[in-house]
């Protein structure tokens, strides 16, 4: 059992919730550096900073990150004097800037962090995980901050006006939490936090499963409704206490490996989300697990919310199967599957959904 563990911190609502960012910021400082992307600024930051400013918390320095969570890009920004002079940092954005945001606290020793998602792709906000690239946008490694972000402002009004795409990607990386963390502790001892945090992870994937397409139907008209909120709190911070009652190696399995193989196409890393290619992954999952009813089951719902079912809708063909199974059967999360997983068996549940989808 982990010695400590620290579950996160959150308001969710709309804009009026960064009127209470002070309150929770007060006791880890007053000056503070924010990092994220353009385009996220540019939404946010009209309804944050008046509220940072109005609680006396000076902005140092707002820092556009780049666009890839890198070690040579938290590096760059931990050697700010700004910010190694800020009592906490800021990320706004989606993941690779919340993330970037995380990577710099560790350079810097563990500064503070505070988060303000701005679109409902993944739960990197209430996350202790860092997705880390490399430079060329290849997979390199994932790091762990040694607890979640002191904070995260959930603001639903500026999430519904995201583009739905990321919110659509975000649901099916969320689904596959369930799963893969079922599948990871399967037959094992298994200490309070872990059993604590399977039982949660159905909030990951029933939700969804009822009425996913109503709330990416309230995304795409702009809309917000119960059934959205509810599902952005799925994606965001349900995933998020799942993740950290877990050791990491429990958090995923085939599903986000099979994705990692589909990335290593140029073109379809490019061109697909996450957790798209993760969506498409449990399928892969199911089919390798013989979880046939899943398979049944998740299908339609698939064809609703237009998840991929095949290698073509992510650009691929069977040519490809090889590549994706070398590159999927070799990273670490299928080192905690309750059997091996080889290249063959992925090949044969790959033209198994071919068939079936």
Known sequence: MRPEHTLPSYSFGGHEIFDTIGAHTKRIGTKAVIIGGDTALSVA??????????????ILEIIHFGGECAFEVAKEIANKESAKQADFLIGVGGGKALDTT????????????????????????????????????????????????????????????????????????????????????????????VQVGLSLSKMCADPIF????????????????????????????????V????????????????????AEDPKTEEEHLHG?????GLLILFAADQQWDQLERWLPVYRSIGWPTKLSELGLTTDDIPMIVK???????????????TEELLTEAILKVEAHG
């Open 45 to 58: 930051l009209p309804v944050l900073q008046p509220a940072l400013e109005r609680d006396g918390i000076e």
């Open 102 to 193: 995380k990577l710099t606290s560790i350079e810097l020793g563990d500064v503070p962090v505070v988060t303000v998602p701005t679109i409902a792709a993944t739960c990197a906000a209430t996350s202790e995980a860092i997705a880390v690239y490399h430079l060329d946008h290849t997979f390199a490694d994932v790091a762990f901050m040694k607890r979640p972000a002191v904070h995260t402002f959930i603001d639903a009004d500026i999430l519904v006006k995201a583009p739905s795409r990321y919110f659509w990607a975000g649901m099916g990386d969320t689904i596959a939490k369930h799963y893969e963390t079922h599948m990871a502790t399967r037959g094992r001892d298994l200490s309070y936090n």
């Open 210 to 241: 009822a009425h996913g397409r109503e709330a990416l139907t309230a995304n795409e008209q702009g809309e917000r409704n119960r059934l959205f909120d509810e599902i952005v709190m799925a994606v965001i911070l349900t995933t998020g206490i």
């Open 243 to 262: 993740s950290g009652c877990m050791p990491g190696d429990f958090n995923s399995t085939i599903a986000h490996a099979i994705c990692y193989g589909c």
């Open 276 to 280: 798209e290619m993760v969506a498409y």
């Open 327 to 341: 590159k999927a059967a070799s990273v670490r999360d299928v080192v905690i599957c309750p059997y091996v997983v």
